[in-house]
């Protein structure tokens, strides 16, 4: 079993920053692709950004230039800078991990950290 404890989250005014961090821990092989989904309220879980093991990053067009993620392989970490947040940015974000073993790939799910944008 493989635990995610997520944390950062916070409120902030528009155009402020925030930094959130996804550590994942317990019975690890080997971790393929980190990354950050988010659901604002009334809406489904969309992607914001993903980063595989050898350093290859995707975002949403959404968050192009103001979101940065990053991973630390040897903690099991993923992070994701972001800056020059906007209301629209409200929303529960989710880590996500593919851990990967010689015989399968499994797909774990941090409880959610809620970023709020507003003044």
């Known amino acids: 079993q493989v635990q995610l404890v997520e944390s950062g989250g916070g409120l902030v005014p528009p155009g402020g920053s925030l930094r959130l961090s996804c550590a994942a821990s317990?019975?690890?092989?080997?971790?393929?692709?980190m990354g950050w989904y988010r659901q604002a309220p009334g809406k489904g879980r969309e992607l914001v950004a993903t980063?595989?093991?050898?350093?290859?990053?995707i975002y949403a067009d959404s968050v192009k230039g103001r979101f940065t993620i990053s991973r630390d392989n040897a903690k099991h970490t993923v992070y994701l800078q972001m800056n020059t947040l906007k209301p629209e940015d409200t929303a529960v974000f989710y880590c996500?991990?593919?851990?990967?073993?010689?015989?399968?790939?499994?797909?774990?799910w941090g409880n959610g950290t809620l970023v709020t944008v507003s003044s």
């Open positions: 317990g019975s690890i092989f080997s971790i393929n692709a």
């Open positions: 980063i595989t093991s050898g350093g290859t990053t």
């Open positions: 996500w991990v593919e851990v990967t073993s010689p015989i399968d790939s499994m797909h774990y």
